[in-house]
């Protein structure tokens, strides 16, 4: 057995921890520029639940994110619940994933290959962008991480602890996202030589998952509803969020393809990683939607050791030339993602109006039932507003949007208010996908004018008053 000397087996140890400390900061960077977005309202309404509370949600939705919920009811009991408090563990979830990343390229291929791959991975835009979310992208993309670490440990010494610690982690993928679990799949291709103990593992962890697969195949509507068949351009897309920027494609995809050529031993470890669960769920979203970007951001490891690899095979100079401005080249994705109105919704900007205009006792209506989680972001400012079609709040209904009131109910909470405020997804009449709610608007309509109107990134507000 070989041996090396102390300094070189203490820098290999300690290697990982500068692509780590690299995504910490990149994390931290920025972190509370952009607003809150829907789903990120959503987790901070739900990390404010009792514990009760949030046990009696998972049966009725959200069963998938259930652990991912508990975890960040703890952080908002210790922490609050503001945006720097909830987005904490995605950007450690953010640098352990580069740790990870660095030290499975150590393994497949020396330190100079671990380091490139895991500061790739720490300053990658896809990868820094969910780091800086308040979902459990990051989290399951870490687990994905350490999950395949894992495995290469016990491929390469055995031992059923070692295969315990595979499984353990194989059930947390599942816990913080369902979809990646085709990640065992991929981990099929290097565990070959050790099939039968890797299938004993993964069966367990499956077994162990399957209560959750069956609880969230009754929800599943409710879950992903919202998903479309994926456009012919949606490869092409998710390479240049992947690679960081249009330009990076081509290069990044070269080095990928000479990593996989120079390094056999990824073309097992990684390619299946990087490309089965892209194909797999694009593949049944031709038959019915379940793809979107971020639920393969656990990919994105494999795609840095990939491109390391590529990098690894030049001299060392070129080597960490082209790193340098392949990072570089993700600047402007860096810039453009930490812009204050980069997410889906600015509710910061709703925020700002609603305690700008409003006046204690105005009435509140949303015209989409579902637009009610926007509220979670920042609940102080609706706190002086009466929600006239809200019966019981989500935290009473055991939902996440709450029962309304009916038809008489809101009548007589309608007559009581001079001013109502109006959130819907556009200035113009919203399509009468829930009647009821247009219903409400309609009664509103009969004795309110609209006074003003305000834009925000994913709606529209309107002040109504009195004719």
């Not at 291709?189 to 195949?217: D, E, I, K, N, V």
């Not at 109910?409 to 208010?417: N, Q, V």
Request: aromatic share 8%; proline share 7%; charged share 15%.
């Amino acid at each position: 057995m070989a041996t090396y000397p102390v300094s070189t087996v203490s820098r290999n140890r300690l290697m990982p921890t500068v692509p780590a400390l690299a995504a910490l900061a990149t994390g931290l960077w920025g972190l509370t520029g952009p607003s809150f977005w829907r789903d990120e309202a959503v987790t901070a309404e739900v990390s404010r639940r009792s514990l009760g509370q949030i046990l009696r949600l998972l049966p009725q939705v959200d069963a998938v994110h259930g652990l991912y919920y508990l975890l960040l009811h703890l952080v908002s009991e210790l922490f609050g619940s503001g945006e720097a408090a909830l987005r904490l563990p995605s950007v450690l979830a953010g640098a352990v994933t580069a740790g990870c990343t660095a030290e499975l390229g150590r393994r497949y291929g020396g330190a100079r290959l671990g380091l490139l791959a895991g500061l790739l991975a720490a300053f990658s835009p896809f990868l820094t962008r969910y780091a800086q979310d308040a979902r459990p992208y990051a989290l399951v993309t870490a687990a994905a991480a350490a999950s395949t670490l894992l495995l290469a440990s016990a491929l390469e010494r055995g031992g059923r602890p070692r295969w315990a610690a595979y499984a353990v982690s194989v059930v947390l993928v599942g816990l913080f996202n369902l979809f990646a679990l085709l990640l065992l799949a991929a981990h099929a291709f290097p565990a070959r030589p050790r099939q039968r103990a890797w299938a004993a593992a993964a069966g367990a962890a499956l077994g162990c998952l399957s209560p959750l697969l069956l609880l969230a195949s009754t929800q599943r509507g409710a879950q992903i509803s919202w998903l479309t068949r994926p456009e012919p351009q949606a490869v092409a897309e998710w390479a240049v969020v992947l690679a960081g920027g249009a330009w990076l494609v081509p290069p990044f995809a070269a080095l990928a393809v000479l990593g996989a050529w120079r390094r056999p031993v990824l073309r097992t470890a990684a390619v299946p990683w990087l490309l089965l669960p892209v194909v797999v769920l694009l593949g049944a979203s031709l038959i019915s939607p379940v793809y979107t970007p971020r639920y393969v951001l656990f990919t994105a490891p494999a795609a840095a050791l990939l491109v390391a690899a590529g990098l690894d095979s030049l001299p060392a100079v070129p080597a960490w030339a082209g790193a340098a401005a392949l990072i570089a080249g993700m600047a402007p994705m860096h810039l453009q993602q930490h812009a204050v109105d980069d997410r889906a919704d600015d509710l910061r900007r709703l925020r700002a109006l609603v305690e700008r205009h409003a006046r204690p006792g105005d009435g509140l209506l949303f015209r989409v039932t579902e637009q009610r989680t926007i509220m979670g972001a920042y609940p102080e400012a609706f706190a002086r507003l009466d929600d006239l079609a809200l019966e019981r709040t989500g935290a009473e209904a055991g939902d996440l949007t709450g029962d309304l009131a009916g038809p008489a109910a809101f009548a007589r909470r309608l007559a009581k208010a001079d001013r109502v405020w109006v959130v819907s997804k556009r200035p113009d009449r919203d399509s009468p996908a829930y009647p009821v709610d247009e219903s409400r608007f309609l009664v509103l309509r009969e004795s309110f004018g609209k006074v003003r109107g305000w834009r925000f990134k994913g709606g529209y507000l309107a002040l109504y008053a009195r004719e």
